[in-house]
């Protein structure tokens, strides 16, 4: 079992910056890829981004592509997910999962899951 607990959302202006983390206790960390997904409510859990268990492959959403960094510390199991130039459109309930294999985008191919982390973003 691995168990994810996020943090790090919160309120911010259009154009901000925020840092969500996700701290991983249990298996081993390393051995996971880990991902992060946003839900809206009404709408389908949409993927972000995603890197590998040895941190050297990652994966972006367009929607975030060059205004997002994932980054992973092994030493605190920990994965963030780093956001600049956050839009309205990035309100959401974001979501840390961990899968055994390569970093995938789909939310069928993860086995564990966060509760999530509310960012909003105001106009």
């Known amino acids: 079992q691995v168990q994810l607990v996020e943090s790090g959302g919160g309120l911010v202006q259009a154009g901000g910056s925020l840092r969500l983390s996700c701290a991983a206790s249990?298996?081993?960390?390393?051995?996971?890829?880990m991902g992060w997904f946003r839900q809206v409510p009404g709408k389908e859990r949409e993927f972000v981004v995603a890197?590998?268990?040895?941190?050297?492959?990652?994966r972006y959403a367009d929607s975030v592509k060059g205004r997002s960094t994932i980054s992973r510390d092994f030493a605190k199991n920990t994965v963030y997910l780093q956001m600049n130039s956050l839009k309205p459109e990035d309100t959401a309930v974001y979501f840390c999962?961990?899968?055994?294999?390569?970093?995938?985008?789909?939310?069928?191919?993860?086995?564990?899951w966060g509760q999530g982390t509310q960012v909003t973003v105001s106009s």
């Open positions: 890197i590998s268990w040895g941190g050297s492959n990652t």
């Open positions: 999962a961990a899968r055994r294999g390569q970093p995938a985008t789909t939310q069928e191919s993860y086995e564990y």
């Open positions: 249990g298996r081993t960390f390393s051995s996971y890829a």
